[in-house]
């Protein structure tokens, strides 16, 4: 394993330079904060990262989760790592001080994760669960279930999961069947069954929390007719808990994220399960929809934390590996090897991978910043802004780490040469890893047509206004600085392209041709990615470049703030040029991929 995994100058670069977590305090809900405490808990979960997770990375893998006698054994460094997490109050560090949280910011929980996950990525999922699952809890149920479920679960004792596909229905959420029928003690009788539920069962806790999808008899057809349940996999009665009729009937055996089991249960066969209603009948669907959100950014920052340590595994590998001589030693056959990090093309794998895992996080970051201000600012007005923007920003930020970071992790792979597809290097491993997170919680394809079919409309095109608001008033701030200035002006030449896109694409909606509107929304998100991760890029640029005019650093942080520079350049001249072909593919009226009369695909 490499001996490092993520840089801890970079996300603290992130947190306090670019993004000014300090900023946040100033509202009340945040007001107990400083920087300092932001510090202690970022150096805790860096603790947990170095001394359970990272080193059990391999053997989870290695030793995946078994299923035998209707009970699934996991890697034993779960359990201690659900204790740490419970014990250092970060399960739910985000949560209100009512609900048994730190009311930490979002910004600094994301920091927090992405140590964890470039750590190891498959176990970071049983306490991300957890915390998703306790929210929707927090946020609508009542206040006896609250006291009932959130302190285990924020504990690390119970496990709490999202239940929401079905074998029949996958994101097709208004398919689902599973049933609910009220019974005279005011629960429900549960019925149905759930696929690809991951932590869905487990010996490292004592009880699962499943926050679970179903159909109150009567109720509505499609998704108007959806309800959220507790479904407990042990439930109390008379004060001891008794089998609830929730049956693990298997286990996925997954490409990657071995160490996190994926299960398929079902509840009910015995006439026997009981659930509680979270919130309002027929309001399911809208609650979910939050742990949803939640975890399509979680999935996002995972794509960037599993491509930060393959970024540092190549790069260790690149200095220490001899081969090839320089192509300008003149006397090449006596020449001793050169490493391969001074042969151009590895520098330039290099380059990406590090250009797509920090652009990658630093745009996640964003997103929490958003949500944090969006959350808890005073001012309503700016309240609807930030939820507007981290709403048109989700789907973007869920995509690009992952379907990049599969290319980051390649490239990795590359670096290595035949090393890297052998299971001595771990960079195999999290090609493994990275790949399902362009399938979470909603596939590429589905936050494409979410990004064009919905945010980019939404409110007549509002999101998409302050959003170019806030990429103009970086562009603004770069063109202060010489060697910024082309490329601010680039920036914005691609924001004019962007827009001729959406002004091309959107009269199709509005005529009622969504086949015509929709048909390459998946080109539609890689030009807005590119776009707005080179945002990302010149933010950090611009903090940079005023550090080495306004402070003199030296060494190794004048090298820091130079190579953010360097990358920026980079991102610019070999990335974002790319957007070329995808404006001229969304603007050509041709489309090639919609059904004909006559079948031409074979």
Known sequence: MAKQYYSPRNLKFLLHEVFNAKELTNLHHYKDH????????????????????HPAYIEMDT???????????????????????????????????????QQLPNLVQVAVSYILSAANNGATMYTGLSAGAGRLIA??????????????????????????????????????????????????????????????????????????????????????????????????????????????????????????PAIHFIA????????????????????????????????GLMGAAIASAAYYASLEYAHERP????????????????????????????????????????????????????????????????????????????????EHGIRSVSEGMQVLGGYGYCKDFPLEQMARDIRITTIYEGTTGIQSQDLLGRKITMQNGKAVMLLAQEIMQTI???????????????????LGRLQQVIQHLVPFAMKGEYNLFLADANLFMELASLIVVSWQWLKQAIVAQKAILSNNPQGDELSFYESKIHTMKFYFAYELPKTKSYATRLLDTDVLTLTTEKELIF
């Open 34 to 53: 400083d920087n300092a405490s932001f510090d202690m808990v970022i150096d805790a979960a860096r603790q947990i990262a170095d001394n359970i997770l």
């Open 63 to 101: 030793n995946e989760p078994q299923l035998k006698d209707n009970k699934i054994t996991v890697h034993p460094a779960v359990k201690a790592y659900l204790k740490a997490m419970g014990d250092a109050g970060m399960i739910g560090a985000t949560y209100s001080y009512a609900d048994g949280g």
């Open 139 to 260: 946020s609508f149920a009542t206040q006896e279930l609250k006291d009932k479920y959130l302190p285990k679960m924020l504990a690390g004792t119970w496990q709490g999961t999202m239940g929401l596909t079905e074998p029949h229905a996958g994101s097709s959420l208004s398919d689902i069947t599973s049933s609910a029928k009220l019974t005279e003690t005011g629960a429900y009788k549960i019925k149905g069954q759930k696929i690809f539920i991951s932590a869905g069962d487990h010996d490292c806790a004592e009880n699962i929390i499943h926050l679970t999808l179903a159909r109150i008899e009567g109720a509505p057809k499609g998704t108007k007719g959806i309800s959220l349940f507790i479904v407990p996999k042990f439930r109390e009665e008379n004060g001891k808990f008794v089998d609830n009729d929730v049956i693990t009937a298997g286990i996925y055996h997954k490409m990657g994220q071995k160490s996190t």
């Open 268 to 299: 009910g066969d015995k006439d026997n399960c009981e659930g509680w209603l979270v919130g309002e009948a027929n309001q399911g669907l809208k609650y979910m929809f939050q742990m949803m959100n939640e975890a399509r950014i979680g999935v």
């Open 323 to 402: 081969q090839g001589r320089s192509l300008m030693e003149k006397d090449a056959k006596n020449a001793p090897q050169t490493k391969i990090i001074n042969h151009p093309d590895v520098r330039r794998m290099l380059l990406l991978q590090k250009a797509i895992s920090e652009g990658g996080l630093g745009l996640t970051m964003e997103a929490a910043r958003y949500a944090d201000l969006s959350e808890a600012s005073a001012n309503q007005e700016d309240k609807e802004k930030y939820f507007l923007l981290l709403d048109l920003l989700t789907p973007i930020v869920k995509t690009f780490p992952a």
């Open 476 to 494: 603004q701030e770069a063109t202060a600085f010489d060697d910024l200035k082309k490329y601010s002006e680039t920036l914005q030449k691609e």
